[in-house]
């Protein structure tokens, strides 16, 4: 299991991180999910690098990180009270809010929709930054989407930034292994009043807790297109996938498939809950969901770089635990 202590972060490496920002550089930075690519959320030439460094489609929305949650209303409009209670019990966390935005929020943090997300996250280096960045820019926010190439495995050290972005931004700040390991669950409330909450991407908050505060389980619309939904992170049929072919097998099917490639000469890793024979590499994951998932995106990334044919993984089990995992399995896959 990947150690998540984050290494300390020195006061003069902060305010550099802090002075980089301002001057409309990107810094990557930790959260408690994966890691983030910032830039300054009201400065529109510094939120354009973030698409140039990632490659990233133009209208595809970045999630805005803050420092506090009353923060929230200089970002958002019509917020719904049911918003402030969400965010007082997950807060810092794993949870994205989309909300209607505020007629000042650049376009192109928002994809050029009426709706941005919001979220605190749970990890004390960012929460440092972006506290820092805060009181020298009020009300500060940082755009931050996953600090890594559109579509790719998400990191969860800086050295996974570092393969993949470092010399496209101006400083990584070092935060150990993410703990949670996948991105946050992003929950639309911005047509709150007529369509009531709706689960737009399975995270690091599962229904059942959000249903606690709603009073009813949230609608999810992780698994079909809703029209009238905004467009938000990671909602692509093809996202976090490996450069090496997924597929997902259930179980029993494993042993005879993994035979017949080893038998054609096929070089096939596994990602599995149970040791597989006639698989070239190997990686066993914990059967619990919050280990799982904090292991996954580091071993997706190892078995990619082994230079194998075909990444084979086994099914996970059914559950609202395990609903994001499966999401980001399936968008591996396709």
Same mark, same amino acid.
């Given at each position: 299991?990947?150690?998540?202590?984050?290494?300390?972060?020195?006061?003069?490496?902060?305010?550099?991180?802090?002075?980089?920002?301002?001057?409309?550089?990107?810094?990557?930075?930790?959260?408690?999910?994966?890691?983030?690519?910032?830039?300054?959320?009201?400065?529109?030439?510094?939120?354009?690098?973030?698409?140039?460094?990632?490659?990233?489609?133009?209208?595809?929305?970045?999630?805005?990180?803050?420092?506090?949650?009353?923060?929230?209303?200089?970002?958002?409009?019509?917020?719904?009270?049911?918003?402030?209670?969400?965010?007082?019990?997950?807060?810092?966390?794993?949870?994205?809010?989309?909300?209607?935005?505020?007629?000042?929020?650049?376009?192109?943090?928002?994809?050029?929709?009426?709706?941005?997300?919001?979220?605190?996250?749970?990890?004390?280096?960012?929460?440092?930054?972006?506290?820092?960045?805060?009181?020298? @820019?009020?009300?500060?926010?940082? /755009?931050?989407? !996953? *600090?890594?190439?559109?579509? &790719?495995? $998400?990191?969860?050290? #800086?050295? =996974?930034?570092?393969?993949?972005?470092?010399?496209?931004?101006?400083?990584?700040?070092?935060?150990?292994?993410?703990?949670?390991?996948?991105?946050?669950?992003?929950?639309?409330?911005?047509?709150?009043?007529?369509?009531?909450?709706?689960?737009?991407?399975?995270?690091?908050?599962?229904?059942?807790?959000?249903?606690?505060?709603?009073? @009813?389980?949230?609608?999810?619309? /992780?698994?079909? !297109? *809703?029209?009238?939904?905004? &467009?938000? $992170?990671?909602?692509? #049929?093809? =996202?976090?996938?490996?450069?090496?072919?997924?597929?997902?097998?259930?179980?029993?099917?494993?042993?005879?498939?993994?035979?017949?490639?080893?038998?054609?000469?096929?070089?096939?890793?596994?990602?599995?809950?149970?040791?597989?024979?006639?698989?070239?590499?190997?990686?066993?994951?914990?059967?619990?969901?919050?280990?799982?998932?904090?292991?996954?995106?580091?071993?997706?990334?190892?078995?990619?770089?082994?230079?194998?044919?075909?990444?084979?993984?086994?099914?996970?089990?059914?559950?609202?635990?395990?609903?994001?995992?499966?999401?980001?399995?399936?968008?591996?896959?396709?």
């Amino acid at each position: 299991m990947p150690d998540c202590t984050p290494p300390r972060l020195d006061d003069a490496l902060l305010a550099q991180a802090v002075a980089r920002l301002q001057a409309g550089e990107l810094v990557a930075f930790p959260t408690e999910t994966v890691y983030g690519l910032g830039a300054d959320a009201a400065n529109p030439a510094a939120v354009a690098k973030i698409f140039a460094a990632k490659g990233r489609p133009s209208n595809h929305p970045l999630i805005v990180h803050l420092a506090a949650a009353e923060d929230m209303a200089h970002w958002a409009r019509e917020i719904p009270p049911v918003a402030w209670k969400l965010a007082e019990v997950f807060w810092p966390g794993p949870l994205t809010l989309i909300l209607k935005k505020q007629d000042g929020t650049p376009a192109a943090v928002t994809g050029g929709q009426d709706t941005l997300g919001l979220r605190i996250p749970a990890h004390p280096l960012a929460l440092r930054l972006l506290r820092a960045f805060g009181e020298a @820019v009020k009300q500060g926010g940082v /755009a931050a989407p !996953s *600090a890594n190439r559109f579509g &790719r495995i $998400s990191p969860t050290t #800086a050295v =996974h930034v570092r393969a993949e972005l470092g010399e496209r931004t101006a400083l990584i700040l070092d935060g150990g292994a993410c703990p949670v390991g996948i991105e946050s669950t992003i929950l639309d409330l911005s047509r709150f009043a007529a369509q009531g909450a709706r689960i737009l991407r399975p995270g690091g908050v599962a229904a059942p807790a959000l249903a606690e505060v709603l009073g @009813v389980l949230p609608e999810s619309l /992780a698994k079909k !297109s *809703a029209e009238d939904a905004p &467009r938000v $992170s990671g909602s692509l #049929a093809s =996202h976090y996938a490996p450069n090496t072919p997924v597929r997902l097998l259930a179980r029993a099917a494993l042993p005879d498939f993994l035979a017949r490639q080893a038998a054609a000469g096929c070089r096939c890793g596994a990602l599995v809950l149970r040791p597989q024979a006639n698989a070239q590499l190997c990686r066993v994951l914990p059967d619990d969901p919050a280990q799982y998932a904090r292991m996954l995106y580091a071993s997706l990334r190892e078995l990619d770089e082994a230079a194998l044919d075909l990444i084979v993984v086994e099914t996970p089990p059914i559950g609202f635990t395990w609903n994001a995992i499966h999401d980001r399995l399936r968008r591996a896959a396709a």
